[in-house]
């Protein structure tokens, strides 16, 4: 069975949750690692674990106030892990939250959409 992976978010890191039995996939906040590769490698980790054996139903919460260049690469990544996913059938969606006052924010999920094929959901919230 494959354990949740829980990061708090410190500083400039974000909150990561993926919790398999649980179906939560989310990562939010603001993602400014000095070394993203570093913070991302756990992740990839769980996520290539994960991948062996994907739940039904993946739905993937990327709700993110702001990131780096290097974190934007971490990021991309991820999505095309999910992505090659939908690509072998699997029913997977990602959702791109953003303020509605953030229009880079929503530019940057409408860009993502375009680079994949995995349905990406730009949708917009208020705190």
Do not use: C
Not at 53 to 76: F, G
Not at 89 to 106: A, F, L, S, T
């Amino acid at each position: 069975m494959l354990k949740p992976l829980k990061i708090h978010a410190k500083n400039f890191l974000p909150f990561v949750h993926f919790d398999k039995e649980q179906s939560i996939f989310k990562i939010e906040g603001k993602s400014i690692p000095e070394d993203s590769a570093e913070f991302y490698s756990g992740v990839f980790e769980w996520l290539n674990l994960y991948k062996e054996q994907p739940n039904n139903e993946t739905i993937l919460v990327l709700k993110l106030d702001y990131y780096n260049s290097s974190s934007a690469r971490e990021i991309a990544n991820i999505i095309k892990l999910f992505d090659e996913l939908y690509q072998k059938g699997h029913n997977i969606k990602i959702q791109w939250m953003y303020n509605p006052d953030d229009e880079v924010m929503k530019e940057n999920g409408e860009d993502f959409s375009i680079l994949f094929s995995v349905p990406i959901d730009i949708i917009d919230y208020i705190e």
